[in-house]
């Protein structure tokens, strides 16, 4: 990274101001002048000698949408908890634009402050219907008594309208999300993410168990998603990654740091992935 791109040195504090080095966001928003919402710099995790990371390097630019693929034990899920607070590097940075400090921060406060993340199984409230989903999703940070008794505002009800259209869910709405299939409550999980409007998504495996049909639907809604949001996904699907990879870049990972990246052809051909994760 060149010295004018590397965030955390382009604000400085005031006496008293509420943007610090300690991941405070200054103002409304990202700091994301420079183009790129996230950085990793030489981002190390050892778990008792172990290396998951090693020195990892990694920054995902504004509304790009970036696979992550490599075999099982490439520190992908390691990734995603430095960046999302559930695991402190050992060494190394993380940014989050220019001013935001991950690693100094909770898992509570980095949701907050625009960082969504979707497991592989679907979390949603199955007793509750599509919409509450939703509606719950959208009122998680609003102390409990607003969120008990307040009433939707006619754009409240039209900002879930347009999120049941994006994930394929209309006319589903007052069904209980226990009743929907596994392609279908992982959307509705995306849904309720987005429902927070989040600029940076990362989603772990996001077609795992799904059918041929809800795989190739799901990525018709992450190329609509594409711009609009900055995205994350690791995936295992090959097939998968190539529908949603052909306008972006595929990162390799493999024992802890980056073995390759640039598009799905180029990784594709590379040899050392081909040895390492794809095969021949």
Not at 10 to 32: C, F, M, R, S
Not at 62 to 91: F, Q
Request: net charge negative; charged share 25%.
């Amino acid at each position: 990274m060149s010295e004018v791109l590397k965030p955390g040195h382009q604000y400085q504090a005031e006496p008293g101001d509420a943007a610090t080095a300690y991941g405070k966001v200054k103002g409304e928003g990202v700091d994301t002048s420079h183009g790129a919402i996230l950085y990793l710099e030489d981002i190390t995790v050892s778990f008792d000698g172990f290396r998951a990371l090693n020195k990892l390097n990694l920054d995902i630019s504004v509304g790009e949408l970036r696979c992550i693929i490599g075999p099982n034990g490439a520190g992908k899920t390691t990734m995603m908890d430095v960046i999302t607070g559930k695991t402190r590097p050992t060494s190394g940075s993380a940014w989050f634009g220019q001013t935001i400090d991950l690693t100094r921060m909770t898992e509570y406060d980095i949701a907050h402050a625009g960082i969504g993340r979707k497991f592989q199984r679907p979390t949603v409230f199955e007793q509750h219907s599509v919409f509450e989903n939703l509606e719950l999703a959208m009122k998680m940070n609003k102390r409990v008594r607003q969120t008990l008794f307040s009433r939707l505002s006619s754009e409240q009800k039209g900002k879930i309208d347009e999120i049941l259209k994006l994930i394929r869910l209309s006319g589903q709405e007052h069904r209980p999300a226990g009743l929907l299939s596994h392609g279908q409550k992982q959307w509705l999980e995306i849904g309720m993410l987005l429902m927070q409007e989040p600029q940076l998504l990362l989603l772990d495996e996001p077609v795992a168990g799904m059918s041929d049909a809800e795989t190739e639907r799901t990525a018709e809604l992450l190329n609509e998603l594409r711009g609009k949001h900055s995205i994350m996904v690791v995936e295992h699907d090959m097939a998968f990654v190539t529908e949603i990879a052909q306008q972006g870049r595929v990162t390799v990972l493999h024992e802890g740091s980056v073995l390759a990246q640039g598009t799905m052809q180029q990784v594709q051909s590379d040899e050392r992935v081909i040895e390492v994760y794809l095969g021949r």
